[in-house]
């Protein structure tokens, strides 16, 4: 009984930090300064070498603490403490989502190459993919999560690109159709264009599973990344993002990180360790919430179709991903409205718990058009083939009561209902 592996859960609220080194305070102060102070000039010297991998660490060598720009105490905590649920070697955290995003295409796509991208992802992505890229010579296929294996690489053959295959792009679930690709499949996928020279790298965006219900470099990911933003954050009141993945891979994010110099402030971080201390239970009731929520909408006579893990078919390919994928069904839930953009608007219009805004993985309730909203940029014929229409709404479930929710939901959706049958009524006094 001398030893014992303590869960992530646990060691959230103390892994990393010497409360000695901060006057014996049980929580991490925020550490706001911009620069820190040598004790000599030979220290100052083998920091930076360190720093700009002028040489390897020495045994049980840690990098000091130089300038808030390379390092800080509550960024190197908060690196620390994400690294236990991916099992990562090390972490980067940014200053937004998109930031962790851009960071990690720029470090690993040079002009020429061609990036594999999973349809859908988030709307900031496609723009980055499909507005930004092209300018640095960087080409793009994009690929759908119905396509098989075998499918996906003929169309990678017949690009006459597959020389230029440097990394596949993944985002699932996807935002905003819970659409979901497996891992495994892109990780056989990126060995298939690897050569001796040249690894072809995977990363996944792994925003909606948070880093509680899905681990993609277990799976075969040489990166996952997250809008901590999202879960992590789970306030709405931080931007950030973060990648984690292996000693090698992680070295070059960091690297180009110090100098982009997108890095998350010091107090950012320290919320951020605030929100780690109740990742688990916030989505785990955010979860258990979404399962009855999905259930109602499934049944609602008002509702086409719900968009949900919890609702895969047992003997559907997606069921089988799913199992292999993630530990829970998620809290996001997508659905399309009977009707189109105007029996969208009229159900947001009349929430009064949820809230109209766009994010997720909030403790409140966020509801949002993403057709009109987070997807507006993307192309309107791909916005069709993706399933992102003018009926679709998609719900982050909050931390509310259940019945509450319930009772929002349905009484905006009888809001609907009742604005449809007096458009009909007054049509039919017209024309008599």
Known sequence: MSTHKYSPESLMMTYGYKPELSEGAVKPPVFQTSTFVFKTAEEGKAFFELAYGLRTKEQDEELGLIYSRINNPNLEILENRLCLWDKADDCAVFESGMSAISTVLLEFLKPGDLLLYSKPTYGGTDHFIHHFLPKIGVEALGFSPKQSCAETIQMVEESGKSKNLAMIYVETPANPTNSIVDIE??????????????????????????????????????????????????????????????HEVMKRIKTLRTFLGNMASPHTCWLLLRSLETLKVRMEQQMQNAKVVAQFLNNHDKVEKVYYLGLLEPDSEDYAIYQKQYSSPGAMISFDIKGGEKEAFQFLNHLQLFKLAVSLGSTEGLAQHPASMTHIAVDPESRREMGVTDKLVRLSIGLENVKDIIWDIEQALEKVEIAQIETSNYKISTNI
């Open 185 to 246: 499949c892109c990780r056989n996928i990126a060995d298939q264009f690897s050569s001796v020279n040249k690894k072809v790298h995977v990363a996944v965006d792994n925003t909606y599973m948070g880093p509680l219900w899905s681990h993609p470099l277990e799976l075969g990911a040489d990166l996952v990344l997250y809008s901590a933003t999202k879960y992590i954050g789970g306030h709405s009141d931080l931007i950030a993002g973060a990648v984690l993945g292996n």
